[in-house]
């Protein structure tokens, strides 16, 4: 069993950084390949960025590449999303999700493949 919990969204101009942190519980999250997806009013969640077990993997959306940036402290059962340069379409709700199913060593794209999500948190770009 695993749970997740976000935190760090707020408001934020743009052109602004936020980090995203992602806690979680059980001894199983230092296999976990993790991601995090976000969902905008109307639209489906979508891919931002993933990162497998080690970290040694890392995957990102074309539409926040160079900007934002996934990693993970196993001995924190921790994972970051730090995202910079802001733009007002990076609104939404942000989750994080954990997968305890398929290899460790891939990063997964798609919501799917993930078996625990976090409630979300808020991240709202302003122009």
């Known amino acids: 069993q695993v749970q997740l919990v976000e935190s760090g969204g707020g408001l934020v101009q743009a052109g602004g950084s936020l980090r995203l942190s992602c806690a979680a519980s059980g001894r199983t999250f230092s296999n976990c390949p993790v991601a995090w997806f976000r969902q905008a009013p109307g639209k489906e969640r979508a891919f931002v960025g993933g990162i497998n077990w080690s970290g040694g993997d890392t995957a990102y959306a074309d539409s926040v590449k160079g900007r934002f940036t996934i990693s993970r402290d196993n001995g924190k059962n921790t994972v970051l999303l730090q995202m910079n340069s802001l733009k007002p379409e990076d609104t939404a709700v942000y989750y994080c999700?954990?997968?305890?199913?398929?290899?460790?060593?891939?990063?997964?794209?798609?919501?799917?493949?993930?078996?625990?999500w976090g409630q979300g948190t808020q991240v709202t770009v302003s122009s």
């Open positions: 999700a954990a997968t305890t199913v398929g290899s460790r060593l891939a990063v997964r794209t798609t919501a799917t493949t993930y078996n625990y």
